[in-house]
């Protein structure tokens, strides 16, 4: 995988993941924009699997150098989960996946970008 490719991923994730945090600040938390059934709710479902798709073509070896094997296939099941399942989503799983796991994958995304753009 060349480093255009990977540098384009990670900007990907990072817009996605910086979306879902824009979606968040605009209805003041996550429990009232993961209630926003019109707007909201469908843009973050949307934007994580759009992550977990597009982390689920980054090479193994490149996951395995930033420590975003286990996020990968995370990602993954999420992306699985939101797109076999949509009328029954779990959305407090949802709320925790972005509580606890958005900013330790974007800093991760962050360095592969960073490294990715420096020595690309």
Do not use: C
Request: no cysteine.
């Amino acid at each position: 995988m060349s480093a255009d490719s990977i540098r384009a991923k990670a900007e990907f994730i990072l817009k996605m993941l910086t979306n879902i945090q824009t979606i968040i600040v605009r209805h003041n938390g996550i429990v009232a924009a993961l209630t926003d059934e019109i707007e909201a709710r469908p843009a973050i479902l949307m934007a994580w699997l759009q992550i977990g798709e597009t982390l689920n073509k980054i090479d193994s070896d490149v996951l395995a150098q930033f420590d975003l094997e286990t996020d990968a296939k995370g990602s993954y099941d999420v992306r699985n989960f939101i797109a076999h399942d949509y009328m029954g989503v779990d959305l407090g799983l949802v709320e925790m996946i972005t509580r606890n796991h958005l900013p330790v994958l974007n800093e991760k995304i962050s360095r592969m970008l960073s490294e990715f753009s420096n020595n690309g």
